[in-house]
Nanobody
Framework: QVQLVESGGGTVQAGGSLRLSCTAS??????MGWFRQTPGKERVFVAA????????YYSDSVKGRFTISRDSAKNTIYLQMNSLQPEDTAVYYC??????????????????WGQGTQVTVSS
């Protein structure tokens, strides 16, 4: 059974940092990524990584502030979030793509999802 479990969410002040983790089990994946969602909005792309070669992808809104990385020994990906702003407040979801997708920024191309972890940034 495939499971993706996120952790590391919390509440920080603007300018602060958090590191999210997502541990995968059940199988290996071609790519994994992070999306986020606020009430009344669609779930949007944040960052992704191709597992084998480590290629990185970021949304324009987080590029330069967030870093996605992987730990192959732990089957875990991380999202280091620095210089957090109130607009970063959202539920953050870990996602996994079983087969290689051409565009990792598209939500519907991912096969599995975690339960989400809340990130709140106060002004």
């Amino acid at each position: 059974q495939v499971q993706l479990v996120e952790s590391g969410g919390g509440t920080v002040q603007a300018g602060g940092s958090l590191r999210l983790s997502c541990t995968a089990s059940g199988r290996t994946f071609a790519a994994m990524g992070w999306f986020r969602q606020t009430p009344g909005k669609e779930r949007v792309f944040v960052a992704a990584i191709r597992w084998s070669e480590g290629s990185l992808y970021y949304s324009d809104s987080v590029k330069g502030r967030f870093t996605i990385s992987r730990d192959s020994a732990k089957n875990t990906i991380y999202l280091q979030m620095n210089s957090l702003q109130p607009e970063d407040t959202a539920v953050y979801y870990c996602a996994a793509d079983r087969e290689r997708a051409l565009n990792l920024r598209i939500r519907t191309l991912y096969d599995y999802w975690g339960q989400g972890t809340q990130v709140t940034v106060s002004s």
